[in-house]
């Protein structure tokens, strides 16, 4: 007999969790192969979106992480301004462009790009990641979304 109120919290959590499973099994099935010159790829049905989340200093892990996670088929979503790559002395790179609030802003950015994401990828080479990225893992994680580590051995272990 079905309830007249609908579905109970339990039945749809399992109903979202089988959903979930099924997405998964479909994108992992191949529907169009491509080629790049003697690499032959193909493309998942509805590719995973990836956010890359760290510090600006990693600037090559970030080129690095873009080009495997786009050759493994995932969209990627990335930060587009690197102010520690250019050595900046001040902080978030202020020297070179940037305020305080358009600090704020583009942090804030980010983390609209982490709704559109199925998953985050944290860049945290030798363990370390800034407080912006702190805050980017704790929205990520109060909006259930995947979290995975450059680096897995050092995750939430900031020096």
Request: aromatic share 10%.
């Amino acid at each position: 007999m079905k309830n007249p109120n609908g579905p109970s919290i339990e039945e749809k959590e399992y109903m979202i969790e089988q959903l979930r499973d099924l997405e998964e099994e479909q994108s992992s099935k191949m529907f169009k192969d491509q080629y790049l010159g003697d690499w032959k790829m193909t493309a998942p049905i509805r590719p995973r979106i990836v956010c890359l989340c760290g510090s600006t200093r990693f600037y090559e892990e970030f080129q690095k992480a873009n080009f495997i996670e786009t050759m493994n088929g995932n969209i990627v979503l990335t930060i587009g301004f690197y102010p520690h790559a250019q050595f900046s002395k001040k902080d978030h790179g202020e020297d070179v462009g940037i305020t305080r609030e358009q600090k704020i802003f583009l942090d804030e950015l980010h983390k609209r790009k982490i709704d559109l994401a199925d998953e985050i990828l944290v860049i945290n080479i030798g363990g370390y990641y800034g407080e912006s990225t702190a805050s980017e893992i704790a929205y990520a994680q109060a909006i259930n979304r995947r979290i995975r580590w450059v680096e897995p051995d050092k995750a939430f272990k900031r020096p």
